[in-house]
């Protein structure tokens, strides 16, 4: 299971940790070999299209807009995408607001919505710096914003996971749902990039 | 003062109100702790109340973390976090923070 492109490489202390711990709750008949592959076949299968679906219905309705930003949880079981256990809160850009989401602490993220987590997300880069110096990093993104745009920052450190709904792009007017969820990419929902320009 | 998230936890009552200022207690105890170091000390408004979840510098000790601790989303202006912040004023960061963690400002 392990990638590491053939070459040998013996197992770190986590690693082992993981093999030892897994192979022990199977040895007790607490799980079961198959049930541990049909979760990580499903943690795979779940990727940024599920939050694009959200983001292109919120550019469509704005009540259902409202009630995403009122409860996001109870919004997205509208669209059928069961997240029983999150708290969902989205935050919205606009104008004078861009929002963008890091977990300092270790590494919460929506992942029923995006998925798997990029590699930088987890990083002690992202997580320190995006709190101390969000301007700096987002610009290493592409991404450089105006002084008249405030900045939000929102440190996911407890029960909530975060979801930004980015501002929908011009020249979109008259597109159908499916259309405009190709434009949002997994970035602009973690708000460090824009969607991609229509 | 309704939180965003109603849940079924026996809990505290939120002491806070929306717009209130508060203070980060400075201190460090050791274990499981989900307030960052580094806004221990600083103070913000209270953003919204998000509900009462079980306390989890208790959950992490295998115990229930009952009576549930309202939770609450805290914004802090960037220029107080952090003297040299390159950026405008208006920048902000938010943070889950339990109550017990607050006091008045």
């Not at chain 1, 995408?81 to 809160?89: G, R």
């Not at chain 2, 849940?7 to 274990?31: C, E, H, M, N, W």
């Not at chain 2, 109340?49 to 202006?77: K, T, W």
């Amino acid at each position: 299971m392990s990638e590491d492109q053939g070459r040998y490489r013996p197992l770190s202390y986590f690693q082992l940790m993981e093999v030892s711990l897994r192979e022990l709750l199977v040895e007790k008949g607490i799980l079961t070999e198959e049930a541990i592959s049909e979760e990580v076949a499903a943690m795979r299968a779940r990727t940024p299209e599920r939050g694009a679906r959200v983001v292109a219905k919120a550019w469509v309705d704005e009540s259902f807009k409202q009630r995403l930003l009122k409860n996001g949880t109870a919004a997205c079981e509208e669209l059928g995408l069961e997240i029983p256990a999150l708290k969902l809160v989205v935050v919205e850009n606009t104008p004078q607001v861009h929002n963008v989401i890091v977990c300092t602490l270790c590494s919460c993220y929506p992942r029923v919505l995006l998925g798997i987590p990029p590699d930088w997300y987890k990083s002690r880069a992202y997580r320190s710096r995006m709190v101390r110096e969000p301007r700096a990093v987002l610009a290493e993104f592409g991404l450089s914003l105006s002084e008249r745009t405030a900045i939000r920052v929102h440190d996911s450190t407890a029960d909530m996971r975060y979801l930004v709904l980015p501002m929908r792009p011009a020249g979109t007017a008259g597109w159908d749902e499916a259309r405009l969820a190709s434009l949002v990419t997994r970035d602009s929902m973690i708000g460090v990039a824009l969607p991609a320009p229509a | 003062m309704q939180p965003q998230f109603v849940t079924r936890y026996p809990a505290l009552s939120p002491t806070f109100d929306i717009g209130q200022r508060v203070r980060v207690r400075k201190t460090a105890p050791l274990g499981h702790i989900r307030t960052p170091f580094y806004i221990r000390g600083h103070v913000g408004e209270i953003e919204r109340l998000c509900g009462s979840f079980p306390n989890p510098e208790e959950l992490a000790q295998m115990r229930d973390g009952l009576p549930a601790q309202p939770l609450y989303r805290v914004r802090f202006r960037q220029k107080d976090v952090w003297p040299d912040y390159q950026g405008p004023e208006n920048d902000t960061v938010d943070i889950e923070i339990y109550q017990h963690w607050l006091e008045k400002a």
